[in-house]
């Protein structure tokens, strides 16, 4: 205890009778230079030039030299030179200077693999191929150490990965797997391209028609793709990256886009992710293809419902080209419909073009264009009156893309582009009281924009998404009362800018927990106003175990550009217009929330799987107005709509029989306070139970068998168009004063389309050929509406179109033979 005491005030009497020596010690100056002498001699030096006590370890300063200089300067310079370029700090404690080794944090070292993953004869990207990696000791590949999809440039990066021998796994569908071993070092990333052989798959072509069943326009008259939650309207269409306004084709019979032209197709229906926005509804994402880098090919097929060819090959080194063309032609298919009512004259023309270059291993720049043109006819007369409609629409389109892989985890795709769309509809009514004059309707919209889209693989967790994207829209249209039987509209000088920005990360919380979150912000500004909104997205993945994942997601919509689809022509042809958004005609805006669930069974042979969502929609847009206006912002009723249901499917993915049974339950409800008494009614194309079966049997290389059942329900018959009271299924009428109009009358009834196909595939010549014998009832081949007109003052309502509703019997034959070379 006496020694403790001893020992304090030695201590307190060194610190505090001192302090002024110490100071003038350490304000001493001096002036040295050392070159390469040991530390221990340069700190010795030191301490007999000040003096000033420093303390250190010998393991701390052995092996290590100082170098350094001073003039005039005081100890801590000094003593900071001296310690440049070593790991040690000091730090005063009393009157002494204690060395000591600074404390560094742990720094993880880990390398990156990266790469593309293509087609090894004709160089296209893979997208959502399957890269997988294994320590190079396990034998289950079915439980990687990592895990990469390739992104729609066949790009994928695998981050953090400690130093160390591996096994790289890469699957496609459709193509060979790849395996191969790798060294992963620390000090840079490892570059690795993948190119897959294809493997031989028994009547390829079978999966394509699937993809045709699915994307055509025969799952709604004139109402393009159907998706649930929402009409087709609102859905978007993008091919290449463009904006497609309106591809669909009428009656049903041919697919949006010819499939042969076709790379890829993306269907997103929840959970939109934040790169996609501006309209409520699905997406369909249609990628061409580059072209074959090896060889000229193509396709050529002839058949009573239209005659297409594509060629791609090389145009010269690091060049290839696609050209693909279609002439749809389903009017004279089938003669023998005379004896059941001769189908209107249809056309469909189509025309796809794409040239690649490859700049570099990482670099690509390509450039496209799209043409596509529909027509459809009719005439008809009633006593002395007689009608000829003309209707056409078309959609014309060009892109330059530059796709490039910046680093070992940096994605990049930027691209310049321009799209039009536009729509006529000519009306000839003739006889009394009617002089022969034309009555016509013109539409016209075109983009003109840029657009840069980044993705960052940054770690193992973590992959962020981002881009900008710039569009000057410009719509012009004169739109007469006879189109749309309720009032005469014009569009003219109508021009805005629409500027959106985006980002998401998708991020991997635990390893079968993943989430992506996002959002997108916008700003529409034109010569009707400003608007901007922000809209978040959110979508959540659970795999409970191998077989089985939850998923849900929140997306929400601000709608800027609206297309007109309310009344008159507009409902029974897929001609159709869009108007903006400004101070007076306010954005819809949708939030949905979707939940299901999926299982994998008999080794994922089979799919079953449950889909929930619910949809609300503000600002929901409805007209009323007599013919007495054309100021489009006047007639405009805002409401809301709400839409729910779940969809139940069963799908058997592989074997010799393949196909799925989707069946949906969906309600939807509609209400706006001026319409129908402030009471809820449904929309004109409401489904309240749909049930669909496809399915083939290829029991081996040459033959294949399939069958395509749709069948949709309708409401309960048309209300009346004077409802007694606010009802469910009342109609929309306009205020007395302007006469009354059934907004809400030409609903689509439900309608049942069959399909059943014979494929044969033979080889003659060197070739493969493909014979298809298809039987399809009446819809998409029969005119399915019935046109009347009438002796009417009001032109609004001289003239009706009633939806016929199609059996699924008779059937009738169309043929088609196709030739690969």
Same mark, same amino acid.
Request: aromatic residues 10%; glycine residues 8%; hydrophobic residues 40%.
């Given at each position: 205890?006496?020694?403790?005491?001893?020992?304090?005030?030695?201590?307190?009497?060194?610190?505090?009778?001192?302090?002024?020596?110490?100071?003038?010690?350490?304000?001493?100056?001096?002036?040295?230079?050392?070159?390469?002498?040991?530390?221990?001699?340069?700190?010795?030096?030191?301490?007999?030039?000040?003096?000033?006590?420093?303390?250190?370890?010998?393991?701390?300063?052995?092996?290590?030299?100082?170098?350094?200089?001073?003039?005039?300067?005081?100890?801590?310079?000094?003593?900071?030179?001296?310690?440049?370029?070593?790991?040690?700090?000091?730090?005063?404690?009393?009157?002494?200077?204690?060395?000591?080794?600074?404390?560094?944090?742990?720094?993880?070292?880990?390398?990156?693999?990266?790469?593309?993953?293509?087609?090894?004869?004709?160089?296209?990207?893979?997208?959502?191929?399957?890269?997988?990696?294994?320590?190079?000791?396990?034998?289950?590949?079915?439980?990687?150490? #990592?895990?990469?999809?390739?992104?729609?440039?066949?790009?994928?990066?695998?981050?953090?990965?400690?130093?160390?021998?591996?096994?790289?796994?890469?699957?496609?569908?459709?193509?060979?797997?790849?395996?191969?071993?790798?060294?992963?070092?620390?000090?840079?990333?490892? $570059?690795?391209?993948?190119?897959?052989?294809?493997?031989?798959?028994?009547?390829?072509?079978?999966?394509?028609?699937?993809?045709?069943?699915?994307?055509?326009?025969?799952?709604?008259?004139?109402?393009?793709?159907?998706?649930?939650?929402?009409?087709?309207?609102?859905?978007?269409?993008?091919?290449?990256?463009? #904006?497609?306004?309106?591809?669909?084709?009428?009656?049903?019979?041919?697919?949006?886009?010819?499939?042969?032209?076709?790379?890829?197709?993306?269907?997103?229906?929840?959970?939109?992710?934040?790169?996609?926005?501006?309209?409520i509804g699905g997406v369909l994402d249609y990628a061409l293809r580059n072209g074959n880098r090896a060889h000229l090919s193509g396709t050529a097929s002839i058949g009573s419902l239209g005659t297409d060819l594509s060629l791609e090959g090389p145009l010269a080194d690091n060049t290839t080209f696609?050209?693909?063309?279609?002439?749809?032609?389903?009017?004279?298919?089938?003669?023998?419909?005379?004896?059941?009512?001769?189908?209107?004259?249809?056309?469909?023309?189509?025309?796809?073009?794409?040239?690649?270059?490859?700049?570099?291993?990482?670099?690509?720049?390509?450039?496209?264009?799209?043409?596509?043109?529909?027509?459809?006819?009719?005439?008809?007369?009633?006593?002395?009156?007689?009608?000829?409609?003309?209707?056409?629409?078309?959609?014309?389109?060009?892109?330059?893309?530059?796709?490039?892989?910046?680093?070992?985890?940096?994605?990049?795709?930027?691209?310049?582009?321009?799209?039009?769309?536009?729509?006529?509809?000519?009306?000839?009514?003739?006889?009394?009281?009617?002089?022969?004059?034309?009555?016509?309707?013109?539409?016209?919209?075109?983009?003109?924009?840029?657009?840069?889209?980044?993705?960052?693989?940054?770690?193992?967790?973590?992959?962020?998404?981002?881009?900008?994207?710039?569009?000057?829209?410009?719509?012009?249209?004169?739109?007469?009362?006879?189109?749309?039987?309720?009032?005469?509209?014009?569009?003219?000088?109508?021009?805005?800018?629409?500027?959106?920005?985006?980002?998401?990360?998708?991020?991997?919380?635990?390893?079968?927990?993943?989430?992506?979150?996002?959002? $997108?912000?916008?700003?529409?500004?034109?010569?009707?106003?400003?608007?901007?909104?922000?809209?978040?997205?959110?979508?959540?993945?659970?795999?409970?175990?191998?077989?089985?994942?939850?998923?849900?997601?929140?997306?929400?919509?601000?709608?800027?550009?609206?297309?007109?689809?309310?009344?008159?022509?507009?409902?029974?042809?897929?001609?159709?217009?869009?108007?903006?958004?400004?101070?007076?005609?306010?954005?819809?805006?949708?939030?949905?929330?979707?939940?299901?669930?999926?299982?994998?069974?008999?080794?994922?042979?089979?799919?079953?799987?449950?889909?929930?969502?619910?949809?609300?929609?503000?600002?929901?847009?409805?007209?009323?107005?007599?013919?007495?206006?054309?100021?489009?912002?006047?007639?405009?009723?805002?409401?809301?709509?709400?839409?729910?249901?779940?969809?139940?499917?069963?799908?058997?993915?592989?074997?010799?029989?393949?196909?799925?049974?989707?069946?949906?339950?969906?309600?939807?409800?509609?209400?706006?306070?001026?319409?129908?008494?402030?009471?809820?009614?449904?929309?004109?194309?409401? #489904?309240?139970?749909?049930?669909?079966?496809?399915?083939?049997?290829?029991?081996?290389?040459?033959?294949?068998?399939?069958?395509?059942?749709?069948?949709?329900?309708?409401?309960?018959?048309?209300?009346?168009?004077?409802?007694?009271?606010?009802?469910?299924?009342?109609?929309?009428?306009?205020?007395?004063?302007?006469?009354?109009?059934?907004?809400?009358?030409? $609903?689509?009834?439900?309608?049942?389309?069959?399909?059943?196909?014979?494929?044969?595939?033979?080889?003659?010549?060197?070739?493969?050929?493909?014979?298809?014998?298809?039987?399809?009832?009446?819809?998409?081949?029969?005119?399915?509406?019935?046109?009347?007109?009438?002796?009417?003052?009001?032109?609004?309502?001289?003239?009706?179109?009633?939806?016929?509703?199609?059996?699924?019997?008779?059937?009738?034959?169309?043929?088609?033979?196709?030739?690969?070379?």
């Open positions: 205890m006496i020694r403790t005491a001893i020992l304090c005030i030695s201590l307190l009497v060194t610190l505090g009778i001192h302090p002024g020596a110490e100071a003038q010690e350490r304000h001493a100056r001096t002036s040295f230079t050392f070159r390469e002498i040991p530390l221990s001699v340069a700190l010795d030096s030191l301490m007999r030039w000040f003096p000033v006590s420093i303390v250190y370890l010998d393991r701390d300063v052995d092996g290590k030299a100082a170098t350094a200089s001073c003039v005039e300067c005081t100890f801590e310079t000094a003593l900071n030179n001296v310690l440049v370029g070593t790991s040690l700090a000091w730090m005063n404690i009393g009157n002494q200077v204690v060395l000591k080794e600074r404390s560094v944090p742990s720094v993880r070292v880990t390398g990156t693999v990266a790469g593309l993953v293509t087609d090894s004869v004709t160089g296209e990207s893979l997208a959502g191929a399957n890269v997988l990696l294994n320590e190079h000791t396990s034998t289950d590949r079915r439980d990687p150490f #990592r895990w990469c999809p390739a992104n729609t440039g066949g790009f994928y990066s695998l981050r953090s990965i400690p130093p160390g021998t591996y096994t790289i796994t890469v699957q496609a569908i459709g193509y060979q797997s790849a395996f191969l071993s790798v060294s992963v070092p620390d000090d840079r990333p490892v $570059r690795l391209d993948f190119t897959l052989a294809p493997r031989e798959i028994i009547l390829p072509e079978v999966a394509v028609e699937g993809k045709r069943s699915a994307l055509s326009t025969a799952e709604g008259f004139a109402r393009g793709t159907y998706i649930r939650t929402a009409p087709s309207d609102p859905h978007q269409y993008y091919l290449d990256g463009v #904006r497609i306004y309106n591809p669909s084709h009428f009656g049903g019979v041919l697919s949006t886009f010819n499939p042969d032209a076709l790379n890829d197709v993306d269907i997103v229906v929840g959970g939109l992710p934040p790169s996609y926005g501006g309209r696609l050209l693909s063309g279609r002439r749809g032609y389903p009017d004279p298919a089938v003669p023998f419909l005379e004896n059941h009512g001769t189908p209107s004259p249809l056309g469909s023309s189509e025309l796809v073009a794409r040239i690649s270059r490859r700049l570099s291993a990482s670099d690509r720049l390509a450039f496209s264009a799209y043409y596509g043109e529909d027509s459809y006819n009719n005439y008809t007369q009633s006593d002395s009156v007689q009608l000829s409609n003309n209707f056409s629409w078309g959609n014309s389109a060009l892109n330059v893309q530059w796709t490039a892989v910046v680093s070992s985890s940096v994605f990049l795709q930027a691209s310049g582009f321009y799209t039009r769309y536009n729509a006529t509809l000519q009306h000839l009514m003739s006889g009394q009281p009617w002089p022969p004059s034309p009555l016509s309707s013109g539409y016209m919209i075109e983009d003109a924009g840029i657009r840069a889209h980044a993705e960052h693989f940054y770690d193992d967790t973590h992959t962020v998404r981002g881009g900008v994207e710039l569009v000057h829209h410009r719509m012009a249209g004169s739109i007469s009362s006879f189109s749309t039987q309720i009032g005469r509209l014009s569009l003219e000088g109508l021009s805005s800018w629409e500027l959106s920005v985006y980002l998401q990360d998708s991020w991997r919380i635990l390893p079968g927990v993943s989430a992506e979150l996002g959002a $997108r912000a916008t700003t529409f500004s034109g010569n009707r106003g400003t608007l901007s909104g922000i809209d978040p997205r959110f979508s959540l993945l659970v795999d409970l175990n191998e077989q089985t994942r939850v998923y849900g997601a929140l997306t929400s919509i601000n709608q800027y550009l609206h297309p007109y689809r309310n009344s008159g022509v507009f409902l029974v042809s897929p001609a159709m217009f869009w108007y903006p958004s400004g101070e007076s005609v306010k954005p819809s805006t949708a939030v949905q929330f979707t939940l299901g669930i999926q299982r994998d069974l008999e080794n994922h042979m089979y799919e079953v799987s449950a889909e929930s969502y619910y949809r609300v929609t503000n600002a929901l847009h409805e007209f009323a107005f007599s013919s007495g206006t054309d100021l489009l912002e006047e007639a405009i009723h805002f409401g809301t709509g709400t839409a729910y249901g779940a969809q139940f499917l069963l799908r058997r993915r592989t074997g010799d029989l393949t196909g799925s049974i989707v069946y949906t339950l969906s309600w939807e409800d509609q209400q706006f306070d001026d319409l129908n008494g402030g009471a809820p009614f449904p929309p004109r194309f409401e #489904r309240r139970h749909e049930l669909k079966v496809e399915s083939w049997y290829a029991p081996d290389s040459r033959w294949a068998f399939g069958v395509l059942c749709l069948i949709a329900s309708d409401l309960s018959p048309s209300p009346a168009p004077h409802p007694a009271g606010p009802a469910r299924d009342a109609a929309i009428v306009l205020p007395a004063a302007t006469g009354d109009v059934d907004l809400n009358g030409s $609903r689509l009834p439900g309608f049942q389309r069959l399909e059943l196909n014979v494929l044969r595939r033979f080889v003659a010549g060197g070739y493969d050929w493909q014979l298809a014998f298809r039987l399809v009832n009446g819809y998409g081949l029969l005119d399915p509406f019935t046109w009347q007109v009438r002796q009417s003052a009001d032109v609004r309502t001289s003239w009706s179109a009633i939806v016929e509703k199609i059996a699924l019997f008779p059937l009738y034959p169309t043929v088609g033979l196709s030739v690969r070379f």
